[in-house]
């Protein structure tokens, strides 16, 4: 058990789990459908602790896994950072929504997010994606409160404030 | 968000934030290395826990695979040295023999968008930026980043790679780009009126001096001529096993000859099955020290 406030550890690690999962071998048939466990981590740690995750944690955390999945240096960054600044701009709204409620804000983030993603993936020329594309938002969305609840067990448990 | 742009732009246009990423990614192997854990968990669990006669049977079948490719071997020994007598004739003689190193795949999920793997070769065995894998069946891809312990190959069916290749049957130069599917190549820059057929080999032409000339790259499938279009739309299927294969060849050419020789202590490697010295067929001994030619598969 930690001081109180000593949670940089607790975050840290619960990101690099989440970076795990994104990483992890899946069967051919399951990639696409691969929720985006490092920006569902993200935005829970920004709509709990907007003082301490913010814009520039959004950033980093996207270079990283630009490096770490092989897109071009940039393209995760953006949208998790224009992300986590929506979420911390909404999150005294968003905390005392139901979970219901909060899904479907979760939802509309990703779904920028997803189209940030396509945008840049468009303008280089990448692979257009098809319908299954958008389907990792919804994933993501549906996975939110258990990832939520998890996400609070592990912040009391640690006591991060 | 400005930076992130800034960024994208930068590394989409210029290759400047190469060493960046390199760092990067050599501080993020850890994170690669865990989530390939369970998978070579296994097989080193399958290995040892293989019963004696299933090994005996195994050694048995590869002993009589040798044979048969020794044999083969020969009768391609004896065509090249009639080849090099041949081009010795007509005085354009050149060097054959490729060194080549056996790597092996890692099993860790990319951008699902993008055609890349990861092996488990890097800068410390003499990989390099830009170069040719292979598999036991044809090209597979090249090297696009190095770290120490591993790099990642690009293959050569994601959409910003473009491969010179050449039908064998009458040696037509075109050139072979990437679709985005793992079993589609397209060759969009032929004619109406060319000679191809459907079953077609197509083969590296060594033009672009990256990959070396020769090796085996798909086989036309499909073929639509339209009056109307300039172009005809070709398809093709790479030959290599890009989805399946496990174990691939890094291969330096002659000319790209690396002065380095591959060091052997490999950290990191407990269930790697072959050893790696067996891999190398032929040292060639010159150093020509030549710079590395700018990346050319970008479209």
Sequence with gaps: MSEPGDGRLAILVTLCV??????????????????????LVLLYWAIALPHRVGVGSGFMAGIVLDVLTGTLLGQHALGLSVVTFIAIQLH???????????????????????LLALWVMGATRGVTPGLVYWTVPLIGAVLWPWIFVTLRKVRRHFKVI | MVLSLMLLVVDHRFHHLQHLRSTLAFLTYPLHYIADLPFTA?????????SRDTLLAQNRDLRDKNLHLRAELQKYESLQAENMRLRDLVDSSFKVGDRVLVAELSSVDLDPYKQQVIINKGSASGAFEGQPVLDAHAVMGQVINVTPFSSIVLLITDTSHALPVQVLRNGLRTIAVGTGRISELKLPYLPTNSDIVEGDLLVTSGLGGKFPPGYPVATVTRIDRSPDAPFSSVLAQPRAHL??????????????????????PEPAEEADPAPEPAAETESVTEPAAVPETPRESET
Excluded: K
Excluded at chain 1, 34 to 39: E, F, I, K, L, Y
Excluded at chain 1, 96 to 111: D, R
Excluded at chain 2, 42 to 50: H, P, R, V, Y
């Design chain 2, 243 to 264: 989805d399946r294969s496990r174990e691939v060849l890094l291969v330096w050419t002659v000319p790209n000859q690396l002065p380095v020789t591959p060091r052997e």
């Design chain 1, 92 to 114: 005294q709204r968003i905390r005392v929504f139901p979970f219901w409620q909060q899904s479907l804000g979760i939802l509309v983030l990703l779904v920028i997010e997803q």
């Design chain 1, 18 to 39: 989440a970076m795990l999962l994104m990483i992890l071998p899946m069967p051919e048939w399951a990639r696409p459908f691969r929720p985006h466990w490092v920006t």
């Design chain 2, 42 to 50: 296994t097989s080193w669990l399958n290995e040892t826990a293989s």
